[in-house]
């Protein structure tokens, strides 16, 4: 399978409790995201990485999450302090930079998140 | 604040019907445009990008740009209950960043 992965799918935590989430994009793949899906919405963009710079983050990436790509491969999301608002579906995707098809982004399985 | 606007639905048609799914968008600087599909648990699963003016068609799938109306629509020929699901319209620009719509309910009862 060479789409993107991504792992936990499903997390149940405790609120207060610290979470992460990797994601693995298209070995290809030079641009990595991060986005947030609750139920009814559209995805909403919380952060993305060329390569390792990240290169961008959302207002809604408060100070309790943080992204990191190390080496630019694989990434993680970390939630700190979980509240029951946290409570989602994270989805990440990638895309290859370069004209106007970079910017099409695949999407992997999404990690669901519920805060208990 | 760049938007995308979707009619959330849900939009019934009867199998075998052309379904039409409508999206406006604010920002005149957009470049690329996407179709999603979407089941009910699962993440988005792209159907098709467009990037000039006019209709793009892939299988029963054809998407229509206008951006001097800044408006772009997925038609979906001879619909099948397979294809219910929610659509989610994205937009993008020079940020590359993707700005998704909240997206449209298509119910395709037979």
């Known amino acids: 399978d060479t789409g993107v992965s991504q792992n936990p799918r499903h997390k149940i935590t405790k609120r207060g409790q610290n979470v992460t989430f990797r994601c693995d994009p298209i070995?290809?793949?030079?641009?990595l995201y991060w986005y947030r899906q609750t139920l009814g919405q559209g995805p909403e963009f919380l952060t993305y990485?060329?390569?390792?710079?990240?290169?961008?983050k959302s207002r809604l990436l408060s100070d309790r999450f943080s992204a990191e790509r190390p080496k630019g491969s694989f990434s993680t999301l970390e939630i700190q302090r979980t509240e029951q608002g946290d409570s989602a579906m994270y989805l990440c995707?990638?895309?290859?930079?370069?004209?106007?098809?970079?910017?099409?982004?695949?999407f992997g399985e999404g990690s669901w998140l519920t805060v208990v | 604040q760049k938007e995308v606007e979707q009619n959330s639905g849900p939009l019934s048609v009867p199998e075998g019907a052309i379904a039409s799914l409508n999206c406006t968008y604010s920002d005149r600087g957009s470049q690329s445009f996407f179709w999603y599909r979407q089941y009910s648990g699962k993440s988005p699963e792209l159907i098709m990008s467009i990037y000039s003016n006019g209709d793009k068609e892939d299988g029963r799938f054809t998407a229509q740009l206008n951006k001097a109306s800044q408006y772009v629509s997925l038609l979906i020929r001879d619909s099948q209950p397979s294809d219910s699901a929610t659509y989610l319209c994205a937009v993008s620009g020079g940020s590359y960043i993707p700005t998704f719509g909240r997206g449209t309910s298509l119910i395709v009862h037979p």
């Open positions: 070995s290809e793949h030079n641009r």
């Open positions: 990485f060329q390569n390792e710079a990240q290169l961008e």
């Open positions: 995707a990638s895309s290859q930079l370069g004209g106007l098809s970079g910017n099409t982004i695949y």
